[in-house]
């Protein structure tokens, strides 16, 4: 007989302001213990170093994590110049440094280099996996990754400060796999007064943004008020809304019935999708599945376990 999980069925998404120093598994671990969820997860990691929106798959969310990991994603930075660290951020140590501190001309006639689709070398410190390990292990152990560059896309990049001549704030709009850190690393090389990435923080993830975020200190009372499931209900989002850009089909309950037993639905008449492709499937607005659907019929690939 297979074990109960621990904790209570809790499915939707909380949008967490992660602090600065925090790993995104810490917090994820933190959420999952305030709301005492079955299972949890997070659409997109967030370095220590970074603040800001953390979305927090709970329960069967989790299964819809990659379309908030492959949305996209904007982030306020600040670019300390004159020092280049091995991690590209505050965190490493200083491995090239000039006394060079460049003009706000110069730093906006390279912003156009740098939006589009771009070719970025990942940092050393990545999770990326390099022959089975972590790039970051590898250079940790005072390796160099082989890692190769890859093409990026972004959409928008604007200066937005200067606090002084030693930091530039930065606004950015990017796509799946962009590292600001690279970003702010290669920027500096441009101008050739080098950089690192001093102040991160992400405002938006695919259809979260910042005014939707709570604190772990707002979410803590939340957890202690009356029943903990009426203080989620205040800040949980459903499952569904990171498919809005799915197309979306509703069916009765026998063949809801039929797509949670892995079996595939045939689709007639003026409910029929008009291509083929993924759709977010419903009953009685409860979600069933996402499914493919192809030659007139629905065929399940996640299935929710609700209702």
């Known amino acids: 007989m297979a074990r109960k999980r621990k904790g209570d069925p809790v499915h939707g998404w909380i949008l967490l302001d992660k602090p600065v120093g925090m790993t995104s598994t810490q917090a994820v671990s933190r959420v999952r213990r305030l709301t005492n969820a079955q299972k949890a997860g997070h659409g997109g990691t967030l370095d220590p170093l970074a603040s800001g929106i953390l979305p927090i798959a709970l329960g069967e969310a989790t299964k819809t994590s990659a379309y908030v990991m492959d949305g996209a994603k904007t982030y306020e930075f600040t670019v300390a110049w004159g020092v280049e660290t091995d991690t590209d951020d505050t965190e490493g140590k200083a491995i090239k ?44 152990s005072g390796e160099v990754a082989d890692l190769v560059a890859r093409e990026v896309r972004i959409d928008r990049l604007e200066v937005i400060g200067h606090p002084d001549d030693s930091h530039t704030q930065f606004e950015a709009d990017c796509g799946k796999g962009t590292y600001i850190r690279a970003l702010a690393r290669d920027i500096g090389r441009k101008l050739g007064c080098f950089g690192h990435i001093s102040a991160l923080r992400r405002t938006r993830v695919g259809p979260f943004f910042e005014a939707d975020i709570i604190s772990l200190a707002n979410l803590e009372e939340l957890s202690h008020i009356g029943a903990r499931q009426e203080g989620l209900a205040q800040v949980l989002r459903s499952i569904e809304t990171v498919l809005d850009d799915i197309p979306a089909l509703a069916v009765d309950r026998s063949d809801a019935a039929r797509l949670k037993c892995g079996q595939a639905v045939v689709v007639r008449g003026r409910d029929a999708p008009i291509f083929d492709g993924t759709v977010f499937v419903a009953s009685s607005g409860i979600p069933v599945a996402l499914a493919e659907f192809r030659q007139g019929a629905l065929h399940p690939k996640r299935v929710f376990n609700l209702g």
């Open 97 to 140: 440094t000039s006394d060079e501190r460049p003009q706000q001309d110069a730093i906006n006639a390279l912003l156009n280099e740098f939006t589009g689709t771009i070719s970025q070398l990942p940092p050393q410190y990545s999770a990326l996996k390099v022959g089975g390990a972590r790039a970051y292990d590898i250079a940790r």
